[in-house]
């Protein structure tokens, strides 16, 4: 156990719905000063130099904040903050069980987290749902070092942003969670590298499910690619499930993304194939059960070898080694006549982790549920994975 230590937190509400932009803040991706007006903290990334990038799947926009100065990080200490959601209740002024954690991501110069916070997670009463679900994010906190969270303000601070082109409409409802509309879906997951932004989520097109390709810094320009892929545990190809989760990785030499989707198949693309306007077939290396929300991928490495960490909703976090999705032959285009099928993976203790990202190279940083139903921010140390 890690001695807890006192907590002082600020907080900052930064998205106002139906507030007009800034003249300044064009799809161009012209810098501005003013607060960004977001609308809905639906997914955190960070670039490699630092920059924010906050997918608002509310209003289909991707805001590029540029934080400042910040130190770099002293020392890999494990960082841990116990019962998070009452601690941040105290400052809201509300109940622990009305705060719902959006998304969670790691500045990688500072290896200060970042939380995107909510005040619905009283409605959250079924399986099936998400946090961008059934509210909209809109509270930004930072947690450091020691373990304090400390207020974030946006204001003044140089910002970009570039619009998805023709993300799903709000009026859209999903086929099988009652009331919820398919806006929530509009970003389900983002990765940052070598000066591009992947964005992942639904899109207004016939075939659903799309990735959006935005050079960085952003000049308007966007590549969309819809896809598909075979769902094993459903013994169908699928074009209208976004993808849930996905990590940039390169495989026999090759750029690829690894993607996960609900239910729970993992995919392969080759990035060379994910162009402007093509429609690509992903090739589905394994089914890891159904019944389940793949939450977070993460890649970190462990005596020298490259690793793949998957918390899920419903399942133990799953470790899969590249090299298995390598030497795994053809794809799965069949109905998995058992629960599982394909690149073999390891099970880690790890129920109930709602939200995992790379902290650096010793430890990963994660949100996990207890038995008891208090959430607490942990560290993982990769190295006894």
């Not at 904040?65 to 809201?92: F, M, N, W």
């Not at 690793?307 to 080694?321: G, Y």
Request: hydrophobic share 40%; charged share 20%; net charge negative.
């Amino acid at each position: 156990m890690f001695e807890k230590l006192p907590l002082v937190m600020l907080l900052l509400t930064v998205g106002v719905v139906g507030s007009q932009l800034h003249a300044a803040d064009t799809a161009s991706g012209a810098a501005a000063t003013t607060a960004p007006a977001i609308r809905s903290m639906s997914v955190l990334t960070f670039g490699t130099e630092g920059t924010l990038f906050v997918g608002d799947g509310r209003a289909g926009v991707v805001w590029a904040i540029d934080l400042g100065q910040r130190g770099a990080a002293q020392g890999s200490e494990p960082l841990s903050v116990d019962d998070i959601e009452t601690k941040i209740a105290a400052r809201l002024g509300t109940r622990a069980s009305e705060v719902m954690i959006h998304d969670l991501a790691t500045d990688p110069r500072s290896e200060d987290v970042y939380l995107a916070v909510s005040r619905g997670r009283s409605a959250w009463d079924s399986p099936w749902t998400l946090p961008n679900d059934i509210a909209d994010a809109s509270i930004l906190l930072r947690v450091n070092a020691a373990g304090e969270l400390h207020e974030v303000s946006l204001e003044g601070l140089s910002f970009s942003q570039v619009s998805l082109p023709n993300p799903v409409d709000e009026e859209k409802t999903h086929s099988w969670k009652t009331g919820i509309s398919l806006r929530a879906d509009t970003i389900t997951d983002m990765a940052f590298e070598d000066g591009v932004l992947w964005v992942a989520g639904l899109s207004n097109e016939e075939f659903a499910s799309t990735l959006w390709k935005f050079p960085f810094p952003f000049d308007g320009s966007a590549e969309a690619t819809t896809l598909e892929v075979f769902h094993g545990a459903h013994g169908v190809y699928e074009t209208h499930a976004p993808i849930r989760t996905f990590v940039p990785y390169r495989l026999k030499g090759k750029d690829h993304l690894l993607a996960s989707y609900t239910c729970t198949p993992l995919v392969t693309f080759d990035r060379a194939t994910l162009t402007a306007g093509a429609h690509v077939k992903g090739r589905t290396v394994a089914e890891f059960g159904s019944g389940n929300y793949p939450l977070d991928m993460v890649v970190y490495r462990k005596d020298g070898e490259g690793k793949l960490a998957i918390a899920n909703s419903n399942l133990p976090m799953m470790l899969v080694r590249p090299e298995d999705i390598e030497s795994y032959e053809g794809s799965i285009t069949r109905e998995t006549p058992g629960y599982t099928e394909g690149v073999p993976y390891e099970i880690r203790s790890g129920v109930g982790i709602l939200q995992l990202d790379r902290r650096n190279d010793e430890f990963m940083v994660a949100l996990q549920r207890l038995p008891g139903g208090t959430l607490n921010l942990i560290s993982i140390n990769v190295n006894r994975l």
